[in-house]
């Protein structure tokens, strides 16, 4: 099956500083990549969706200027955690899409901002 | 607003017995469902889908069952092993400009040997 890398698979980091995270699909061309975000002993929630050379569209109640998204090529989104604060530590996880509708998940990224 | 949400949040089945997981889904637009599953700091694992024209599909030792007049998705895991233990996710599709997977709040599945 369709294979979904992230790195880092965790982080820590102090308060203010940025984070960057990348998402990777490994054995296909991604069109269309999604963040989402969990909290311990939540669902997934979506924050954005980004398709190759467009800008990403963002959920209702997510900052842009906050979780900068780039998807710059059909293998590769980055997600940059900009002045991170403990709050927006979480476990943060892309998926991909190819031709076909189906998501293919990555493993996660744990983000611990001190 | 409309939502996917899940009946039980943990469910302890015995090994070797079947599992039922039940998962409401209020969104009538929606047309295609998927569960995944989730190991403790992992990624969710694609298990089944089903599109909103079928009302059962069977997977190995899975099958999901859509009843679309009371808007509702199950999964049932057949002869249940410890590594079904995890948290299941349901999740609705609906297909168009945004394609976007809505979640439902999750079950956890603890297998009791």
């Known amino acids: 099956g369709a294979v979904v890398s992230q790195h880092p698979s965790r982080v820590i980091c102090k308060s203010g500083t940025s984070v960057k995270i990348e998402c990777r699909s490994l054995?296909?061309?991604?069109?269309?990549m999604f963040w989402y975000r969990q909290f311990p002993k939540q669902s997934l929630m979506l924050m954005a969706t980004?398709?190759?050379?467009?800008?990403?569209?963002?959920e209702q109640g997510v900052e842009k200027d906050k979780f900068l998204i780039n998807h710059a090529s059909l293998t590769l989104s980055t997600l940059t955690v900009t002045s991170a604060h403990p709050e927006d530590s979480s476990f943060y996880i892309c998926s991909a899409s190819g031709q076909q509708e189906t998501q293919y998940f990555g493993p996660g990224t744990r983000l611990l901002v001190l | 607003g409309e939502s996917v949400g899940l009946h039980l949040p943990t469910l302890s089945v015995q090994e070797g017995d079947n599992s039922i997981i039940n998962c409401a889904y209020s969104n009538s637009a929606s047309d295609y469902f998927i569960w995944y599953k989730q190991e403790s700091g992992k990624g969710p694992q694609f298990i089944i889908d089903i599109r909103s024209n079928m009302d059962k599909r069977q997977g190995q030792r899975v099958t999901v069952l859509l009843n679309k007049t009371v808007k509702h998705l199950s999964l049932q895991i057949a002869a249940t092993q410890p590594g079904d233990s995890a948290v299941y996710f349901c999740?609705?599709?609906?297909?168009?400009?945004?394609?976007?997977?809505?979640f439902g709040t999750g079950t956890r599945l603890q297998v009791t040997l």
């Open positions: 980004s398709n190759e050379g467009s800008k990403a569209t963002y």
């Open positions: 999740a609705e599709f609906i297909t168009g400009t945004a394609s976007k997977l809505t």
């Open positions: 054995d296909f061309q991604a069109t269309t």
